[in-house]
């Protein structure tokens, strides 16, 4: 990806971070050892920053038994939809900082603060490891920074869009947009695996984490290109 103790949950989801559906906070969840990084250190100057939303149910549907992937995957402490994948720094050209310098780490009050938006301990360090140490603040302020945008992203009836007839990158924008005003197309990159099932979705923003337009060469698939949408939790 650009990249846990398990307990008997507590209902503790808000639409808001569950995006409609339920979410079952572990009361404890253990701090997993900082992940070896994927790639060596980049030290370069942030240019803006890409908050990065995964679509759950196409993330789970070959993962639902997969140990690794439990938190998220199994049902057992939650059904979600949208979440939080991360929030990452960009760079020039497509070379985006990484792996900064930190002695940081996120404790366990943060890791279960943000489990509702990011169900996987093991996702939340390694994104602060990769992206966050870039940002130049703690890990529970890197963390806070990308809740609060990803809450104030609103879609909630993927199941009526994944049935829209001729489905296509234009028309999910489009229908983005309708639910996020203060969004243009531009400003939204799709992600999509094999056969154009969509995988995440990439919101642009500025380096005052203000929606901006994706840079140039780096906006994602075309508007035509057709996308379906999994719907199986």
Request: proline share 11%; with cysteine.
């Amino acid at each position: 990806m650009r990249g846990t103790l398990i307990a008997v949950g507590l209902l503790a989801a808000t639409p808001a971070l569950a995006k409609g559906w339920q979410c079952n906070v572990p009361p404890q969840i253990n701090v997993p050892p900082s992940p070896a990084p994927d790639a060596p250190p980049r030290i370069v100057p942030t240019t803006g920053y890409t908050l990065a939303i995964s679509w759950s149910p196409e993330f789970c549907r070959t993962r639902r038994d997969d140990p690794a992937h439990a938190t998220q995957c199994s049902g057992r402490l939650g059904r979600f939809g949208f979440v939080l994948h991360g929030l990452w720094p960009d760079g020039q050209g497509g070379k985006f900082p990484q792996y900064c310098p930190s002695r940081l780490l996120p404790d366990a009050t943060t890791l279960r603060r943000n489990f509702c938006t990011t169900p996987s301990a093991d996702l939340m360090m390694h994104e602060w490891a990769k992206h966050g140490t870039c940002m130049g603040i703690s890990p529970a302020d890197y963390f806070a920074k990308g809740r609060a945008l990803f809450q104030s992203f609103e879609f909630r009836d993927m199941a009526r869009l994944s049935r829209t007839e001729g489905l296509d990158v234009g028309k999910v924008k489009q229908a983005l947009v309708l639910a996020n005003p203060r969004l243009r197309p531009e400003m939204i990159r799709l992600l999509l695996g094999r056969d154009g099932w969509l995988r995440e979705i990439h919101l642009c923003h500025s380096r005052k984490l203000k929606p901006a337009r994706c840079p140039i060469g780096n906006s994602g698939p075309p508007d035509t290109v057709p996308v379906k949408i999994w719907r199986s939790f």
